[in-house]
């Protein structure tokens, strides 16, 4: 657990990933000063964080060894960036995933910090290049993209701009671990980083396979919930190779073929319009109606079950 003379950390948006990002630094002892343009922002983020906070407490799924009330009383709320980052060790940047308005924050953040704080982003896929080009301290900027919710889902990208210092990433890396989140280092910047680059495959191969007529949108996402997802949440897509027979170099000798012979049978890129829109659009509502309440509340579900599945995984033996 972080002690006081760890420093402090300073979030940048109190929205939804700013309010998480808060509560897991929270988690791990650090002091939290959370800043937003919008004084009434702020003050319905630290309102959501402490109903948050009590209710995980309640329910015994609260992080870290610290109290509900210790925790919050490690985060403020804060409107002057620039006085906030004053000695802070680490800034998260969480505001709307516009490139000009990060960018700004950036230019107006460089010449105040020191040559110490790491300086991270939340974008879920802007390049570090495109963020972070023509910045001082460009050597301490990295993404550090979560995956929603971040409470529940402990992956987080670490994607270093080319001029990223590699202390900057074992710092964010080590951070990360601290504060129990699970980060993975993006070697060089692409497009999507790797989850969403997965995600975007999965999305389209299912697009394709409703919009052919193959499976229904309804049972297509059962192939995920009740299939892949299952083993998916436990062992990844290598290792499953690894284990569906004796060993990946038995894999590959036996399904190499029979692989590349359906990867060949891909189609294009959808549209992700016109009918099949219609179709989905149609399944889903008649499941989850669209309209807020409904929508937030299968959120509330999908979120209770991803924390008993982080309970789950973190009480099983690691074999
Ligand atoms: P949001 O819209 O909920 O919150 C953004 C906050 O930033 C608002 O409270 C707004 O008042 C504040 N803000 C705007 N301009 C500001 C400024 N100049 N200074 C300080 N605060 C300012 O957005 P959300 O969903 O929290 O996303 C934040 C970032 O996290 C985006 O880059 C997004 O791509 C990324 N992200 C979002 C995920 C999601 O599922 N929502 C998942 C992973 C990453």
Not at 50 to 60: A, D, I, P, T, V
Not at 64 to 74: C, I
Not at 255 to 281: C, D
Request: aromatic fraction near 6%; proline fraction near 6%.
């Amino acid at each position: 657990m972080a002690s006081p003379r760890d420093g402090g950390v300073v979030i940048l948006g109190s929205g939804l990933i700013g309010q998480s990002w808060a509560m897991l630094f929270a988690s791990g002892g650090f002091k939290v000063k959370l800043c937003d343009i919008e004084q009434q922002q702020i003050t319905n983020a630290l309102e959501n964080i402490r109903k948050e906070m009590e209710l995980l407490e309640q329910s015994g799924a609260l992080k870290g060894s610290l109290g509900a009330q210790e925790q919050l009383s490690l985060i403020s709320g804060c409107s002057d960036m620039q006085k906030a980052v004053e000695g802070a060790i680490h800034i998260q940047e969480c505001v709307p995933e516009n490139l000009e308005l990060k960018k700004k924050i950036f230019v107006q953040l460089d010449p105040v910090i020191d040559d110490k704080v790491v300086i991270s982003s939340s974008s879920s896929c802007l390049l570090p290049s495109k963020l972070f080009a023509g910045l001082t301290h460009v050597k301490q900027c990295i993404v550090a993209h979560p995956v929603n919710p971040p409470y529940y889902v402990p992956l987080v990208e670490l994607v270093p701009h080319p001029e990223t210092d590699p202390s900057t990433v074992d710092r964010t890396h080590a951070l990360m671990k601290k504060i129990g989140q699970t980060p993975i280092r993006i070697q060089k910047e692409i497009d999507g980083f790797a989850l969403n680059r997965i995600q975007y495959a999965i999305i389209s191969e299912a697009w394709r396979l409703v919009d052919e007529g193959v499976v229904s949108p309804s049972d297509l996402d059962l192939v995920m919930s009740d299939g892949l997802g299952m083993r998916y949440a436990f062992v990844g897509p290598l290792e499953t190779m690894h284990l569906n027979a004796e060993g990946m170099l038995s894999y590959c000798d036996r399904y190499s073929e029979s692989m590349r012979h359906v990867l060949k049978t891909f189609g294009p890129i959808p549209e992700f319009s016109g009918a099949t829109v219609q179709k989905v659009n149609q399944a889903m509502c008649e499941k989850v109606p669209d309209d807020p309440q409904h929508l937030a509340a299968r959120r509330k579900w999908r979120d209770q079950c991803l924390l008993r599945l982080y309970k789950l995984k973190r009480e099983m033996p690691s074999e």
